[in-house]
C-alpha cells in the first residue's frame, strides 16, 4: 500500500496558500484523498490526507513542501497513517451524521463546555463547529441604544456541532439537551444530517400561543364577558389535562350570543409573534409552502392568510344566527388527530414527503403532527409538549427555525437584499 501521510498547515491567512502547497504536491504526483479548511479571524487551519506514488520516497516533496510553507508563512507538519486506520476511517464513510444546532440570544464558553460533556457522555465526538449566526462588533458604540446586550437588542447567537458516531438512544440524547437547555436557557436540536434536512419543503403552524401571541378564544372570551372561566379551561386543555373537543365545546357554549361586530377589531389586534414575519418572508423566498393548521377559527387564521401570504388555512368555522354567536361550529373540530391527518394531506397534494415537513405547536393538540413531520418544533411550549416534541425553542422568536435548517446570517441578509 502507498504511503499516506496527514498534512497539517497553519498560519495567517491569505490569497495563494492552497494553490501554493497544491502546485508542489502535483509536480510530484500525489494524491489528496482528502481536503479541509478553516478560517478564524483570519488564521488559518488547512488539513490535507495525501497519498503519495510509489516512486516516491516522500522526502523530496516534503522538503520542498517546508520550503513554500516558509515562503508563505506558514508552519507545516507531517503525520504518517497507518494503514489500517486509514481503512478504517474509510469504511466509517455513509455511516449516520447527527448535527447539534446551539440557539440563544448569546453562547459562551460555559454552555459549549456542557453540551460538549454530553456528546462525550454519550460516546460520540466533535467533528466540525460552524458558526452560524453573523460576527459580533466589540467597538465602542455611538449611541446609549447600542449600548445594550445581544439578547435586549434582540439578536440570535447559533452555532452547529457536526457528531461522528452511532447514536444508541436518541430518546435520552435529546432529553440530556432538553434539561441541559432548560438550565442554561439555551435551544439544543438534535438532527440526522440526512438529505431531507436540507429539502425541507413545507411547514404547519399552530396558530393561537404559536404564530400569534395570543388565544383568540379568550379575546373573544373577554369581549363576551366570561373570560376567566375561558381561560382555565383553555390553560387546563393545553397541559394535556383535558380532551381538546370536548374542553373545546364546553369554551364555544359560554360565546353563545356574542355579537358578530366583535371580531373585526380582535383581528386587526392579533399579536405577531417575534421572527413569525421574518421566517414566512424568507421561506416564501425559498419556495416552501407555509399552512396554517389550528383548533381556532379560520375567520382570524384568513386573516392572517392576507397578512403573511399563507398558503394552506384550515381551522374551525364560526357559526353565526342573525349576526350573534351560536356557540358552535360548522363542521368538524380541528382536534390534534385531524391536525396531523390534514399535515399528511397537504404533503401528499405538494408531493412531498413526511420527512421533509416542518411542524410548529404549543399545545398537547399538536403533538400528533409534531410527531410524524420531519422537524417537529414545541414553540414556547408546556412543559409537557417539549418533554415529548423531539425539538423545542424556548429563547428566540419563531425565526430562531432558520439556524435549525441550517442558513446563517450572512446567506439571510444575501436573501433579504435581493
Not at 413545507?202 to 366570561?226: K, N
Not at 417537529?376 to 411550549?381: F, M, P, S, V
Amino acid at each position: 500500500m502507498r504511503e499516506i501521510v496527514l498534512i497539517d498547515i497553519a498560519g495567517r491567512d491569505r490569497p495563494g496558500i492552497t494553490m501554493g502547497l497544491t502546485e508542489v504536491l502535483a509536480r510530484y504526483d500525489v494524491t489528496i484523498l482528502d481536503i479541509g479548511q478553516s478560517v478564524i479571524h483570519n488564521t488559518l487551519a488547512l488539513g490535507l490526507l495525501v497519498e503519495l506514488p510509489d516512486d516516491s520516497s516522500g522526502c523530496p516533496v516534503f522538503r520542498e513542501l517546508l520550503f513554500k510553507a516558509h515562503e508563505l508563512g506558514l508552519d507545516l507538519s507531517f503525520t504518517p497513517i497507518d494503514p489500517d486506520a486509514y481503512e478504517t476511517w474509510v469504511q466509517e464513510q455513509g455511516q449516520p451524521r447527527h448535527i447539534v444546532t446551539l440557539l440563544g440570544r448569546e453562547i459562551n464558553a460555559a454552555h459549549i463546555a456542557r453540551v460538549s460533556a454530553v456528546v462525550t457522555r454519550f460516546g460520540l465526538n466533535i467533528e466540525q463547529i460552524t458558526r452560524l449566526s453573523g460576527r459580533i462588533s466589540r467597538r465602542a458604540p455611538e449611541s446609549a441604544a447600542a449600548v445594550q446586550p445581544a439578547q435586549v437588542r434582540g439578536q440570535h447567537a447559533s452555532i452547529q456541532l457536526w457528531l461522528r458516531g452511532p447514536v444508541q438512544n436518541i430518546s435520552s440524547l435529546h432529553a440530556s439537551f432538553l434539561t441541559l437547555g432548560q438550565d442554561m436557557a439555551l435551544d439544543i436540536a438534535i438532527q440526522e444530517d440526512d438529505l431531507f434536512r436540507r429539502n425541507r419543503r413545507l411547514v404547519c403552524f399552530d396558530m393561537d400561543s404559536t404564530l400569534i401571541q395570543t388565544e383568540v378564544i379568550d379575546e373573544l372570551a373577554a369581549c363576551a364577558g366570561v373570560g376567566e372561566q375561558v381561560a382555565a379551561i383553555t390553560e387546563a386543555a393545553m397541559r394535556g389535562e383535558l380532551d381538546f373537543a370536548e374542553s373545546f365545546r364546553r369554551r364555544m357554549a359560554l360565546l353563545e350570543g356574542l355579537d358578530e361586530s366583535m371580531l373585526a377589531g380582535i383581528a386587526e389586534r392579533l399579536p405577531i409573534t417575534d421572527g413569525a414575519e421574518r421566517l414566512i418572508r424568507t421561506l416564501k423566498q425559498l419556495g416552501y409552502k407555509i399552512a396554517i393548521l389550528s383548533g381556532g377559527f379560520t375567520y382570524f387564521a384568513e386573516h392572517l392568510q392576507r397578512r403573511l401570504g399563507i398558503d394552506y388555512v384550515h381551522a374551525n368555522r364560526l357559526e353565526f344566527e342573525q349576526g350573534r354567536l351560536t356557540g358552535k361550529v360548522a363542521g368538524p373540530i380541528v382536534d390534534g388527530a385531524r391536525k396531523a391527518e390534514l399535515l399528511r394531506q397537504i404533503a401528499a397534494r405538494e408531493g412531498i414527503r413526511l420527512e421533509q415537513v416542518i411542524a410548529v405547536g404549543d399545545g398537547a393538540n399538536d403533538l400528533p403532527m409534531l410527531s410524524i413531520a420531519g422537524l417537529g418544533i414545541a414553540y414556547h411550549a408546556k412543559p409537557l409538549v417539549k418533554e415529548q416534541a423531539r425539538h423545542a425553542i424556548t429563547t428566540v422568536g419563531l425565526d430562531g427555525i432558520l439556524y435549525l435548517l441550517g442558513m446563517r446570517d450572512r446567506d439571510l441578509h444575501a436573501l433579504a437584499a435581493n
